[in-house]
């Protein structure tokens, strides 16, 4: 079974819990790792929970996770809306991708609403707070399981 799922975490998602708490939810970065992995090891799946502040190293680390990984899940964070580099290494990437955001990011101010990733991604989530890292695990477990 495939079953290792990479969660990749964009800038300044390392404070949550610090920021912005009307748009993130009081929940810490820590906290959110822990229920990713609880959630994941409850269905079975591996998971590596991993956040960078750095383009180019979000560009490696989704480079590095073809040969790694059956999935990813991407929130992309402020890159979603610039970054070309992380659209075409995600293009690169042949098996499912889940786009995450805990905010309704097309509620939001006008540079937010545009993603450069959405249309090359699986799937989306978006607006259901920190909830949505859950949802997007058990998502990947179905995708992986066709
Ligand atoms: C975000 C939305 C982005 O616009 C923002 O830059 C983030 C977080 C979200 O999860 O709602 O950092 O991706």
């Known amino acids: 079974m495939n079953n290792k799922i990479i969660i990749i975490n964009g800038p300044n998602l390392n404070l949550l819990g610090e920021r912005e708490q009307s748009q993130y939810g009081s929940i810490t970065f820590d906290e959110l790792k822990e ?59 042949k098996k499912p991708i889940i786009e995450l955001h805990i905010s309704n990011i097309y509620k939001r101010e006008e540079f937010r609403q545009k993603s450069l990733i959405s249309d090359i991604v699986t799937g989306g989530i978006f607006g259901l707070g920190s909830e949505g890292y859950i949802l997007a695990i058990i998502s990947m477990q179905n995708l992986l399981k066709k």
């Open 35 to 93: 229920n990713c992995l609880r959630k994941s090891k409850e269905l079975g799946l591996k998971v590596n929970f991993t956040q960078s502040n750095i383009e180019g190293e979000i560009v490696n680390i989704i480079q590095d996770a073809r040969k790694n990984f059956d999935g990813i899940v991407i929130n992309a964070a402020a890159f979603t809306h610039t970054s070309v580099a992380i659209r075409d290494a995600l293009s690169l990437f």
